[in-house]
């Protein structure tokens, strides 16, 4: 079955998050901003990525104006609609606790504070971070030379640092992952690159 995206039976409302409009009311329910007396009066979302039947991630422009100033204020966030609410809901709790463990060490790992849950499509919301995406880094596809490979070293190893740091903030997870099902994921993948690419 072809569908042409938005739609996506897996992700019901992901057209809806789409929608300027009704994505507005809908963080408006939600936004720590929109609690403290601000109001959203323009709303852009754009996709960033996208996985069919899985999620996608969305880059949220808001434009609010404080009731008692009438200043407006510009703010980013991204938001990832899941297929599945357990997950979203699982998603966003992690988030919080990573980011209340990562509070206690400053000068550690910074990660992307959430911004809010939409149980409703179920999405997560998050604010943007500061750095460098990996891919900067490692280099983009074709891409070749001595000097992209030093390049590529040092942000392998900027990532290892922070993976560290990351389980150095000792949260644990509700989710498992047992690896019979991640062996059975890694099997899928390999027979759809078998199909493209035999020999690979």
Same mark, same amino acid.
Request: proline share 8%; glycine share 8%.
């Given at each position: 079955v072809l569908t042409l995206f938005p739609s996506d039976p897996a992700l019901p409302n992901l057209r809806r998050a789409l929608d300027p409009e009704t994505l507005a009311a809908d963080l408006s329910t939600v936004l720590a901003e929109c609690r403290d007396g601000m109001r959203i009066v323009q709303c852009k979302v754009a996709p960033v #990525?996208? #996985?069919p039947g899985r999620r996608c991630t969305l880059r949220i422009r808001l434009w609010l104006r404080d009731d008692k100033s009438q200043a407006v204020v510009a703010r980013t966030l991204f938001g990832k609609v899941y297929h599945d609410a357990a997950k979203a809901t699982s998603v966003f709790n992690? =988030? /919080? $606790? @990573?980011?209340?463990? *990562?509070?206690l060490h400053p000068d !550690? @790992?910074? @990660?992307? *504070? %959430? *911004?809010?849950?939409? %149980? $409703?499509m179920p999405m997560v919301l998050q604010r943007p971070v500061k750095g460098t995406p990996l891919i900067e880094f490692l280099g983009r596809p074709g891409v +070749? !030379?001595? $000097? /992209? !490979?030093? #390049?590529?070293?040092?942000?392998?190893? /900027?990532?290892a640092s922070a993976l560290a740091k990351l389980q150095e903030l000792g949260v644990s997870?509700? #989710?498992?992952r047992? *690896?019979?099902a991640e062996l059975k994921? =890694?099997? +899928?993948r390999a027979a759809g690159t078998a199909m493209v690419d035999p020999k690979l």
């Amino acid at each position: 079955v072809l569908t042409l995206f938005p739609s996506d039976p897996a992700l019901p409302n992901l057209r809806r998050a789409l929608d300027p409009e009704t994505l507005a009311a809908d963080l408006s329910t939600v936004l720590a901003e929109c609690r403290d007396g601000m109001r959203i009066v323009q709303c852009k979302v754009a996709p960033v #990525r996208y #996985r069919p039947g899985r999620r996608c991630t969305l880059r949220i422009r808001l434009w609010l104006r404080d009731d008692k100033s009438q200043a407006v204020v510009a703010r980013t966030l991204f938001g990832k609609v899941y297929h599945d609410a357990a997950k979203a809901t699982s998603v966003f709790n992690e =988030m /919080q $606790e @990573l980011s209340a463990a *990562a509070a206690l060490h400053p000068d !550690g @790992l910074s @990660l992307a *504070a %959430p *911004a809010g849950f939409v %149980p $409703e499509m179920p999405m997560v919301l998050q604010r943007p971070v500061k750095g460098t995406p990996l891919i900067e880094f490692l280099g983009r596809p074709g891409v +070749r !030379g001595a $000097e /992209q !490979g030093a #390049r590529g070293h040092g942000g392998v190893v /900027q990532a290892a640092s922070a993976l560290a740091k990351l389980q150095e903030l000792g949260v644990s997870s509700e #989710r498992e992952r047992p *690896a019979a099902a991640e062996l059975k994921k =890694m099997a +899928r993948r390999a027979a759809g690159t078998a199909m493209v690419d035999p020999k690979l």
